[in-house]
C-alpha cells in the first residue's frame, strides 16, 4: 500500500462558542492541511497519482476558508470551528475530487499549530 500526501494552508480567524478558556475569544491561525490518499497499484509512470493534481484539488477547497472568519460559513455557523471539524468538513468535501479514481481518500489532517491539530478519517 502507498501512501502520498499534499501539504497546503489557510489563514483564518475563529472563536469556540462552547469552550471557556483563551479561545473562546476571536482569533486567528494559520492553519496547515495534509491531505493523504492510498494507493494500491502505481500507474505507467510509476505514480500513484499526480501531486500537482492533489495540491490543486486540495487548493479548490481551502481557498473558501482563507482569510475570513470561520463561524461566519456554513457549516460553521451552526458547528464549532474546531480542528476536528475542520478536518471533517474538508474530508467530506475532498471525497468527491477521488470517487472515479483509483486512490482511495485516506484521511485529512487540520493542525492549528506545528505541536496541535487533529486528523479525519471516516
Wanted: aromatic letters at 12%; one cysteine or more; proline letters at 5%.
Amino acid at each position: 500500500m502507498y501512501q502520498l500526501f499534499v501539504e497546503g494552508h489557510f489563514d483564518a480567524a475563529h472563536y469556540l462558542r462552547n469552550y471557556q478558556g483563551k479561545c473562546e475569544n476571536l482569533h486567528g491561525h494559520r492553519f496547515k492541511v495534509i491531505l493523504r490518499l492510498n494507493a494500491i497499484e502505481l500507474d505507467e509512470t510509476g505514480l500513484a497519482y499526480d501531486f500537482a493534481r492533489m495540491k490543486s484539488h486540495l487548493r479548490e477547497v481551502l481557498v473558501s476558508f482563507d482569510h475570513i472568519c470561520l463561524n461566519d460559513v456554513s457549516p460553521f455557523d451552526k458547528i464549532e470551528p474546531s480542528c476536528e471539524n475542520l478536518a471533517a468538513t474538508i474530508y467530506n468535501q475532498l471525497q468527491p475530487c477521488f470517487s472515479e479514481s483509483p486512490v482511495t481518500l485516506a484521511c485529512t489532517e487540520v493542525w492549528e499549530s506545528p505541536t496541535s491539530g487533529a486528523a479525519y478519517s471516516p
